[in-house]
Structure formats: structure tokens, C-alpha cells
């Protein structure tokens, strides 16, 4: 699963659910799966900030765009990005 928002400073965040490279699509979501029951998803900026892995609902890649950066904003936050203080 994999995609992309634009947040208001332009920035494209491209949104990835964790171990989406694996060839087993079924061992590849399992691993991303928290102990909540949430997947694990990272998030790479198309600037200057740095990646954040977030952890979402399944279904995560049909979430409102401004929901999917509300929850960038909070990891950002969460893992004491400064970027994440001027959002």
C-alpha cells in the first residue's frame, strides 16, 4: 500500500505501510501489525524533514487527506521533530 499527500507547506508526503516490500503480501501486513492491531505506516517527506512512522487502522489508505497529515503532525511531534512545532 503506498500513498501520497500534500500538506499546506507543499510538502508531498509519500506514506508507505511498513514491510510493503516483502514478496508474501500476507507475511508483509502481519509484520506491520502492532500488538493493537494497527499497521505500522512511514511516512518520507519530499523535503527537509524527517520520516515518521505512524501507526493506523487497517483501511489507512482511504483516510481523509487532512486526517493522514493530522496524524504525520502527531508523530512528527511525538518523536520530537522540530519541523512538527512550526505545522
Do not use: H, N, Y
Not at 493493537?36 to 518520507?44: A, I, M, N, S, W
Not at 524527517?50 to 481523509?64: A, H, I, Q
Request: with cysteine.
Amino acid at each position: 500500500m503506498e500513498r501520497e499527500v500534500q500538506d499546506a507547506d507543499g510538502v508531498t508526503w509519500k506514506c508507505v505501510q511498513a514491510f510493503a516490500g516483502l514478496s508474501d503480501k500476507k507475511a508483509a501486513k502481519e509484520a506491520a501489525r502492532t500488538e493493537e492491531g494497527r499497521l505500522q505506516v512511514v511516512c518520507t517527506p519530499s523535503g527537509g524533514a524527517r520520516s515518521v512512522r505512524v501507526e493506523l487502522k487497517e483501511g489507512w489508505e482511504k483516510l481523509p487527506d487532512e486526517r493522514l497529515l493530522q496524524a504525520i503532525r502527531a508523530a512528527q511531534a511525538e518523536q520530537g521533530d522540530p519541523e512538527a512545532a512550526s505545522a
